[in-house]
Nanobody
Framework: QVQLVESGGGLLQAGGSLRLSCAAS????????MAWYRQAPGKQRELVAS???????NYADSAKGRFTISRDNAKTTVYLQMLSLKPEDTGVYYC???????????WGQGTQVTVSS
């Protein structure tokens, strides 16, 4: 199993930038699809970005062109670089690990991102 700890959230004004980090421990990081989800107050959790074991990425339409997901397998860490932040980006951001060989998904505790207008 993989344990995940997010960091890097904070409060900032629209147009600012933020980099989130997700540190993974335990076995399975290299063979996991890593993803960032976002949950706004009163809303369902939604996929923001994902990155596969070979580096292939997918983004929500709202994130394309502004967000970049990356992974450092040596550090067992996944990042989400967020540029030109908007108030609608506000929410709790959760890191997720999806093992490719059928093990249970892992979730971090979440990190709050608040963007003021």
């Amino acid at each position: 199993q993989v344990q995940l700890v997010e960091s890097g959230g904070g409060l900032l004004q629209a147009g600012g930038s933020l980099r989130l980090s997700c540190a993974a421990s335990g076995n399975g990081f290299t063979l996991s699809i890593m993803a960032w989800y976002r949950q706004a107050p009163g809303k369902q959790r939604e996929l923001v970005a994902s990155i596969g074991p070979s580096g292939g990425t997918n983004y929500a339409d709202s994130a394309k062109g502004r967000f970049t997901i990356s992974r450092d397998n040596a550090k067992t860490t996944v990042y989400l670089q967020m540029l030109s932040l908007k108030p609608e980006d506000t929410g709790v951001y959760y890191c997720n690990a999806r093992p490719v060989f059928g093990d249970a998904n892992s979730w971090g505790q979440g990190t709050q991102v608040t963007v003021s207008s």
